[in-house]
């Protein structure tokens, strides 16, 4: 028995080392142009922030241009490590724990080499040498996990889609659902939608599911079970969730959702609600409490404030008198949101008066998906020129705005935004520090998630969400849609949640 | 003998390559169009991680070669030829030679479903080959290791239909014991992946990818293979009498009644009429207008599809206007039916859309339609579709996506390659004399596409380029059709 464990101890550590000999440690080039300017790498990790504990930011060159990339990283203890295969430059995850460790509160050093395609003209490409760029590692970690949901950037059909979470420190991506389980038979299947925590955790979570056996799925306290929130006097069941942050308690907004689809315009896509209101479940009693529900008004988006004392939420602005009453899709772009609040008193589950938080509509734009930082001091909300769908919209930013006076000064999140592109569902992590948000910025058709550091009411450079191959995003046909931070894992299985369709 | 069942083999494999390329060849392109095979690690490593995966594989591999029809009856005739020799090898069949015939006319009656996967032949085949295989085995512990690491590993590579090959291992009186357990092990393999294989349990029992249609058990291709079995019984039971005298006469008898008999079944259960649907739509997909105008006039298309393909290629022809009564018509419905989410009628619509330079409702008929694939693959078809209307809209990323993705396919790279210098160059696409083209013809002012306002579509697109001529001609036969006068009268004056 000793000698069989000699045998597989040896054999472990001869496929060790020889795994660890597949990493390419190329040597730097000994001879290259100078060229002053930065590397134009996939994804643009130049001079950005990103957190102590995240995977490795592996990038690569352009594979029309260059036929090689060499990545020389050096960290402030003065450490050099180079890597590249090809075009691409992809760092064992170990090295780089290794790396992010020894500068966690410094910055990285990465000097970039490129060798160019062959061309007619050449027959042997030249090695050129960028200007060298920074990683600014900060000191705060960022949530382990992410959520989202995986879809096709469809019009109405759907195809197969999941829910899947993604460990922020490695590569490990997995299922919590799919809807292939559920949806053998199309006419008898589900469109998964809005999942939602409560404070970043998984034992209290849900998310949607639509058509055949629709309802919500609900997770209370580890426990499954589906639930069905549409009564006789609201318009729809529940769809846009959120957890208050310590009671069993879940605001959401009740819509009529239409879509209306262009026939020009580069949008592409409207989405509108032809009626939405809110409404408080109550899981103890399962009892659903009608939070507003003016008729000729739209209410959306709720969301709750760090302490749960105030529920914020999204109402648009009457319409002007001449626009009433008419086809909204006439006049959806006349259609505008501006963010509410009121305050909640949770042993009596009731609301107080409604206050304005934000104008969007005086300034002729539109505000959705509110969000208060954990320690309360701001809000981030994404804005567009008009409705509620912004992810859609090419001119949608996201803003930050104070909440109280303990807010820095000076307010400064642009460069968390992309020129001309959706920017949208913007979160913030648990310690406050970084942002997600959804973009479409590289192709205005995927979105793709975006972190960002904040401190002192500033945000650094947006860096999209670090994949094992730097290749995966340009190919991934697949939007991520809604991204929620946890700070654990859901544990349960897809099997399990499965269970609550077939039961 | 044995020369005379070869040419028996050889008629059999002749008549079903004629059978799918002359009656049946737009039912191959019709498969061809609704998967996109990679050749892409990831894309194979996706099919071959699920029970059934190298069947399935093989079989879309095969597939993607039925976009050429010939080619593609050619690999059906091969394969169900090599089902009925590997048939004829498990036993003696003597004068019952015509049964060994039957599983392989039972996959051609399962081809003759449009949504019937190539891959349940396949998963046919491997069974079929590894009982072969085993039967060359001499009895012995090896033979009995070897069994029992087979039954998983075809479990894996066919499917479930690979229980023939345990069925075809278990008759014989010494091998009993192995009998149960081989039975135990393959019954157990189904509950214990069902655990841990993000698949449904009765996928892993009935096949994951034999048909199209999730919810449809693959009937005929589970008769095919159980025949298989239940014919070397009874051949095996009747050995002494089918082994009599006068073979030869009695061989082929027995061919020639099985081979009467099945084809006569293939021929009344074969689909004409959506064979016609998808001639089509294939006319339509190739820009076919001069064979498409050959084809209405031998016969006036009686079907949706058929109407809406014939009323394109006539304004293709700058005919539509002037001879729109000479041909079946079905309303409005017959220049755009309402879009549907099928399988068969999104594609054509869509082809319209495109052509009268109506592109972002081209691209999103198009898209509607690759998620309405059933079994969740995607079409090299649409992705082609898609990569052009993205081009048109000067959308190059995404564009790029597509053809990208197309470059690791055999027969659409060339094109992708060809495709892709075009992406940013505004120069070259607005000399392009397709892209150019619909360039020009595209909306200028944006509004809603509704099904329902089909003349203002119609009028603003013709308002946003005159020279669009057909989109005037499909809104004079709009008007025709719906005895809008008024609308007739004012377009008329503003082309004068």
Redesign the interface.
């Given at each position: 028995m000793k000698k069989h464990l000699h045998i597989l101890t040896l054999l472990l550590a001869v496929a060790l080392l020889f795994m660890s000999s597949c990493t390419n440690h190329p040597d730097v080039p000994s001879s290259s142009k100078a060229v002053k300017s930065l590397p134009d790498i996939f994804p643009d990790y130049c001079d950005v922030t990103v957190p102590c504990n995240i995977a490795p930011l592996n990038f690569m060159l352009p594979s029309d241009r260059y036929a090689a990339c060499v990545a020389r990283i050096s960290t402030p203890d003065g450490q050099q490590r180079t890597y590249g295969q090809g075009v691409k430059v992809q760092i064992p995850e170990s090295d780089w724990h290794t790396i992010l460790h020894a500068s966690t509160g410094k910055s990285i050093k990465v000097e970039v080499w490129g060798k160019t395609a062959k061309s007619e003209s050449e027959q042997n490409g030249e090695w050129l040498s960028f200007s060298p760029f920074e990683i600014h590692v900060a000191e705060e970690p960022i949530d382990e996990y992410i959520s989202y949901r995986l879809i096709?950037p469809?019009?109405?059909?759907?195809?197969?889609m999941e829910i899947a979470q993604r460990h922020l420190t490695t590569f490990e991506e997995t299922?919590i659902f799919?809807n292939?389980?559920t949806c053998?038979?199309?006419t008898k299947g589900q469109c998964i939608n809005c999942h939602s925590y409560q404070n970043y955790k998984t034992d209290n979570m849900l998310f949607h599911v639509r058509l055949s056996n629709g309802g919500t799925v609900l997770v209370n306290d580890g426990k499954v079970s589906k639930v069905n929130m549409k009564r006789d006097y609201t318009i729809s069941s529940g769809v846009y969730p959120a957890w208050h942050p310590t009671a069993k308690v879940i605001a959401l907004s009740t819509n009529k959702t239409r879509q209306?689809?262009?026939?020009?315009?580069?949008n592409?896509i409207?989405v509108y609600d032809m009626a939405s209101d809110m409404i408080l479940y109550d899981i103890a009693t399962d009892s659903v409490i009608v939070v507003s529900a003016d008729t000729t008004l739209l209410e959306v988006y709720p969301t709750w404030s760090p302490d749960g004392r105030y529920l914020y939420y999204c109402k648009s602005v009457p319409l002007p008198e001449e626009l009433a009453g008419k086809d909204i899709?006439s006049t959806y772009q006349k259609v505008q949101y501006n963010l509410y609040r009121r305050s909640f008193d949770e042993p009596t589950l009731s609301f107080g008066e409604e206050e304005l938080v934000y104008d969007a509509a005086s300034q002729d734009k539109s505000a959705t998906l509110p969000r208060i930082s954990p320690d309360g001091h701001y809000l981030l909300f994404a804005q567009g020129r008009y409705g509620c769908f912004h992810i859609r919209h090419l001119d949608a930013d996201i803003l930050c705005m104070a909440l109280d006076d303990e807010a820095a000064p000076d307010i400064d999140i642009s460069k968390l935004n992309s020129e001309g592109f959706p920017d949208s569902y913007p979160s913030w992590s648990s310690n406050g520090h970084w942002i997600m948000c959804a973009s479409r910025r590289?192709?205005?058709?995927?979105c793709r998630v975006y972190f960002s550091y904040f401190k002192d009411g500033k945000a650094e450079k947006a860096f999209m969400m670090p994949q094992e191959d730097p290749e995966h995003h340009?190919?991934f046909?697949k939007s991520y849609n809604r991204p929620e931070f946890m700070v654990e894992p859901v544990r349960i299985s897809?099997?399990e949640f499965s269970k609550v369709f077939t039961d | 003998m044995k020369d005379l069942r070869f040419l028996c083999t050889l008629l059999f494999g002749v008549a079903v390559v004629l059978f799918f390329g002359m009656a049946y060849p737009h039912h191959l392109h019709y498969q061809e169009q609704y998967q996109l095979f990679l050749f892409d690690l990831g894309y194979v490593w996706e099919i071959v991680k699920l029970p059934g995966g190298l069947a399935d594989l093989l079989g879309r591999f095969c597939t993607q070669f039925f976009l050429f029809a010939w080619v593609g009856a050619t690999i059906i005739g091969i394969l169900l030829s090599v089902v009925q020799l590997l048939t004829l090898r498990l036993t003696d069949w003597g004068r019952l030679y015509g049964l060994s015939y039957v599983p392989a006319f039972l996959l051609w009656l399962f081809l003759l479903d449009e949504n019937a996967l190539f891959g349940g032949v396949w998963a046919v085949v491997l069974t079929l080959l590894a009982s072969w295989g085993f039967d060359k085995l001499r009895c012995g512990w090896t033979r009995r290791i070897l069994l029992v690491i087979a039954i998983p590993l075809l479990y894996w590579m066919a499917g479930p239909v690979c229980i023939v090959f345990f069925l075809l291992q278990a008759p014989r009186p010494q091998r009993i014991p192995w009998y149960y357990g081989l039975f135990i092990l393959l019954a157990v393999l189904p509950v214990l992946l069902s655990f841990y294989l993000p698949v449904s349990a009765d996928k892993l029992w009935f096949g994951i990818h034999y048909h199209r249609y999730p919810t449809v058990f693959p009937s005929l291709l589970w008769s095919a293979s159980l025949s298989i079995f239940v014919l070397t019984l009874i051949a095996r039971g009747l050995h002494h009498w089918a082994n009599a005298s006068h073979r030869i006469v009695a061989t082929l008898c027995s061919f020639g009644l099985v081979f009467a008999i099945m084809l006569a079944f293939v021929w009344k259960n074969t689909n004409s009429k959506a064979e016609k649907v998808m001639q089509y739509d294939f006319m339509a997909r190739h820009q076919q207008w001069n064979r498409i105008l050959e084809t209405i006039n031998a016969e006036k298309p009686n079907n949706p599809i058929g109407v809406t393909v014939q009323n394109l290629a006539l304004a293709m022809h700058g005919l539509l206007p002037d001879h729109l009564f000479e041909y079946n018509q079905n309303g409005i419905s017959g220049l755009f039916p309402s879009v549907e989410r099928d399988a068969t009628s999104p594609l054509p619509t869509a082809e319209v859309f495109y052509q009268l330079g109506m592109i972002n409702v081209a691209q999103r008929t198009v898209f509607e339609a690759q998620e309405a694939i059933l079994d969740f693959q995607k079409s090299a078809r649409c992705y082609k579709r898609l990569a052009q209307t993205n081009l048109i809209n000067g959308d190059y990323e995404v564009s790029r996506k597509y053809l990208t993705a197309l470059q690791k396919t055999l027969f659409y790279s060339d094109w992708a390659n060809e495709t892709l210098p075009l992406l940013g160059d505004e120069d070259a696409i607005s000399k392009h004399p397709e892209y150019g083209r619909l360039r020009q013809m595209a909306y200028k002012e944006d509004f809603y596409f509704s099904d329902h306002t089909t003349c203002q579509m119609l009028q603003n697109l013709f308002l946003s380029n005159t020279d669009n001529r057909l989109a005037y001609d499909y809104l004079l036969a709009y008007c025709l059709l719906t005895g809008d006068r008024e609308t007739y009268y004012y377009v008329t004056s503003i082309k004068q």
């Open positions: 096709e469809s019009y109405v059909a759907w195809d197969y299922q799919n292939e389980i053998v038979d199309k209306g689809f262009h026939t020009a315009d580069p592409k409207e899709r590289d192709d205005s058709n995927y340009t190919f046909l897809v099997d | -």
